[in-house]
């Protein structure tokens, strides 16, 4: 049976070992998942599958920028407790990937698992002698990387958890890292209003409508209100539009256009952002064991 990247994908997902462990295993099982699994297990290969299940949403971001501000990368490694986070074992293992990132410059975090640290060890390997030492999942997100051939990129990085890499035309290293610290600060969706989608205009405009509609006011008065409105929503949301947290008198779009400058793009990672934590209810879990 041929052995697919599907299968290689659900088994590692499965046990949380490596890719290459999986693809042995499924090799040697004739892509037969349970006997896969079960012979992981035997061997000591999914060490760190009962592990693999944890939520991991605490961790560190990383962002690594080249000398002549070029090229940087950008990445989120996770792990279950904010108390692994604080301990040098996990500290350099960001620092390493994020120095073997910015040299290899990987597509995505797949392609980042199978390439090579300098002890001859894959990142996925070594991933999984960490959870071992330590005892708690660890799970590299995602990875970015970030060029300009005619730019210059600002990198910055708030604390352990907010990092951010921004794009801007011309050579103004100074004013691409305050532009992103301010993107650290502010959150913005986009850079400009032509980059928000119509069905988010859309949506906001219904709500807005509504909200005006309970007002009792007449209509041309509401239409002032929806203009106004989605003007104040626009500016909240786009980069261009807020007011710059150094300057809060001047936009970001003001900012920009008064240094002769242009923001190309943006990227901004926040520590566990989409991931959702599971809550345990201590009072569920006792009355569990107690009818078990």
Do not use: W
């Given at each position: 049976?041929?052995?697919?990247a599907?299968?290689?994908?659900?088994?590692?997902?499965?046990?949380?070992?490596?890719?290459?462990?999986?693809?042995?295993?499924?090799?040697?099982?004739?892509?037969?998942?349970?006997?896969?699994?079960?012979?992981?297990?035997?061997?000591?290969?999914?060490?760190?599958?009962?592990?693999?299940?944890?939520?991991?949403?605490?961790?560190?971001?990383?962002?690594?920028?080249?000398?002549?501000?070029?090229?940087?990368?950008?990445?989120?490694?996770?792990?279950?407790?904010?108390?692994?986070?604080?301990?040098?074992?996990?500290?350099?293992?960001?620092?390493?990937?994020?120095?073997?990132?910015?040299?290899?410059?990987?597509?995505?975090?797949?392609?980042f698992?199978?390439?090579t640290?300098?002890?001859?060890?894959?990142?996925?390997?070594?991933?999984?002698?960490?959870?071992?030492?330590?005892?708690?999942n660890?799970?590299?997100?995602?990875?970015?990387?970030?060029?300009?051939?005619?730019?210059?990129?600002?990198?910055?990085?708030h604390?352990?958890?907010?990092a951010?890499?921004?794009?801007?035309?011309?050579?103004?290293?100074?004013?691409?890292?305050?532009?992103?610290?301010?993107?650290?600060?502010?959150?913005?969706?986009?850079?400009?209003?032509?980059?928000l989608?119509?069905?988010?205009?859309?949506?906001?405009k219904?709500?807005?409508?509504e909200?005006?509609?309970?007002?009792g006011?007449?209509?041309?008065i509401?239409?002032?209100?929806i203009?106004?409105?989605?003007?104040k929503?626009?500016?909240?949301?786009?980069l261009?539009?807020q007011?710059?947290?150094?300057?809060?008198?001047?936009t970001?779009?003001?900012?920009?256009?008064?240094?002769n400058?242009?923001?190309?793009?943006?990227?901004?990672?926040?520590?566990?952002?989409?991931?959702?934590?599971?809550?345990?209810?201590?009072?569920?879990?006792?009355?569990?064991?107690?009818?078990?």
């Amino acid at each position: 049976m041929a052995i697919t990247a599907a299968l290689v994908k659900e088994l590692r997902e499965r046990t949380g070992a490596g890719m290459m462990d999986c693809k042995k295993a499924l090799t040697e099982t004739d892509g037969n998942m349970e006997d896969a699994i079960d012979l992981m297990r035997a061997s000591g290969a999914a060490k760190a599958a009962k592990k693999a299940g944890r939520i991991a949403s605490e961790g560190l971001v990383n962002v690594t920028l080249s000398d002549d501000k070029k090229t940087a990368i950008i990445l989120e490694v996770n792990s279950e407790t904010d108390f692994v986070t604080k301990g040098d074992v996990f500290i350099d293992f960001v620092n390493t990937l994020g120095a073997l990132a910015l040299a290899t410059q990987p597509e995505n975090v797949e392609a980042f698992l199978t390439q090579t640290l300098e002890t001859g060890e894959t990142v996925d390997k070594a991933r999984e002698e960490i959870i071992a030492k330590i005892g708690e999942n660890i799970s590299v997100r995602r990875v970015h990387t970030v060029t300009t051939d005619n730019g210059v990129i600002g990198a910055y990085k708030h604390g352990d958890r907010i990092a951010v890499l921004s794009v801007l035309s011309g050579n103004d290293g100074d004013l691409a890292k305050d532009v992103a610290m301010h993107i650290a600060a502010s959150k913005p969706e986009c850079v400009s209003e032509d980059q928000l989608s119509a069905d988010l205009l859309e949506r906001e405009k219904a709500i807005f409508i509504e909200q005006a509609k309970e007002s009792g006011k007449p209509d041309n008065i509401i239409e002032k209100m929806i203009v106004g409105r989605m003007k104040k929503f626009v500016n909240e949301v786009t980069l261009y539009g807020q007011s710059f947290v150094k300057d809060p008198d001047t936009t970001v779009g003001q900012l920009v256009k008064a240094n002769n400058a242009d923001v190309e793009s943006f990227v901004r990672f926040e520590v566990g952002e989409g991931i959702e934590k599971k809550v345990d209810n201590f009072v569920e879990e006792v009355m569990a064991q107690a009818q078990a």
